[in-house]
């Protein structure tokens, strides 16, 4: 039997495996595989092959009476404007979790993703970029604001605290965190580089552009979007 500590017992406790300068903390660490890779020091430098597709397990040692929850993965490094912006990556609401003792979260169908998972990307030779993988409780009826729909789609300018100040969502459940670098050793599978960029980048020394939502999503690729980020 698991020992459930639920969230509204565990706020303020903070051991907080977001990345360095995130804007919102979090109360436990989750236990993300990458692929084959489990994260095993927040902050770990995966490859960009681990990260191609969305975590292939993801486990919670804290859960919500709610019954649901959402995933958010945001970039914090992305380069516009002289300065370094939130980019978000992924954003899937509906999460389960069907079993207390294995903790493992069962994902909702990636047609549902509020925003389809984007493969980190970083700019080629930039420093690497900090991910952070949150787990928020879903509150009843949760949907997302008419002013942040139109960011579901750029995705770049993220605000992180002001969707969590926006939606209620509240303390974040778990989260954890990566690294991962774009050092030219290693290819992109599917990458798109020549397709048109939606938005002209600004302060890119090279770019390697993709187009990655989660496997199955098939040709539901969001091929316009993509192209020069993070
Ligand atoms: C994290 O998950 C992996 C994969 O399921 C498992 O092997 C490992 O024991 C877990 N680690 C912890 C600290 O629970
Ligand atoms: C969650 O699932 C319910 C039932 O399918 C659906 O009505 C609702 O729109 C979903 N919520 C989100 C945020 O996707
Ligand atoms: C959720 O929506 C249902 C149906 O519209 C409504 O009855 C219920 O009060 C809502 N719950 C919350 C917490 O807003
Ligand atoms: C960059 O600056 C331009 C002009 O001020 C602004 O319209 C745009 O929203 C900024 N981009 C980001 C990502 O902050
Ligand atoms: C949070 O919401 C309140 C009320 O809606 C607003 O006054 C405040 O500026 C918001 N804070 C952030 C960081 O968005
Ligand atoms: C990239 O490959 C070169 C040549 O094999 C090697 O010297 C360098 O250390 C590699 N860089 C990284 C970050 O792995
Ligand atoms: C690349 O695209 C092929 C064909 O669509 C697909 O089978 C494969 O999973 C993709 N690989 C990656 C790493 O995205």
Not at 102 to 121: C, F, G, I, V, W
Not at 125 to 136: C, V
Not at 160 to 186: C, H, K, M, P, Y
Request: glycine share 6%; hydrophobic share 45%.
């Amino acid at each position: 039997m698991v020992n459930w500590a639920f969230c509204a017992a565990l706020a303020g406790v903070a051991s907080a495996t977001v990345a360095p300068g995130f804007p919102v903390q979090a109360n436990a660490d989750l236990n993300v595989t990458w692929a084959n890779n489990n994260v095993n020091a927040p902050g770990e430098l995966l490859s960009l092959a681990d990260t191609a597709f969305a975590p292939s397990q993801i486990s919670a040692p804290v859960w919500t009476p709610g019954g649901h929850a959402i995933l958010m993965l945001v970039d914090l490094d992305v380069p516009r404007n002289s300065t370094r912006v939130q980019f978000l990556h992924w954003l899937t609401a509906n999460v389960t979790m069907p079993s207390t003792d294995t903790q493992t979260l069962k994902l909702e169908n990636p047609s549902k993703d509020l925003a389809p998972y984007l493969r980190p990307a970083p700019p080629l030779h930039d420093i690497p970029h900090k991910y952070t993988l949150l787990l928020f409780a879903q509150p009843e009826n949760f949907t997302v604001p008419a002013r942040f729909k139109s960011l579901l789609k750029s995705r770049v300018g993220w605000d992180t605290a002001a969707f969590v100040n926006a939606t209620g969502l509240g303390s974040a459940l778990g989260a954890d965190w990566i690294r991962v670098q774009n050092t030219g050793n290693e290819t992109m599978a599917n990458a798109t580089a020549s397709a048109t960029p939606t938005a002209t980048p600004t302060n890119y020394a090279g770019v390697a552009g993709v187009t990655e939502p989660r496997a199955w999503m098939g040709a539901l690729v969001v091929a316009g979007l993509i192209a020069v980020f993070l």
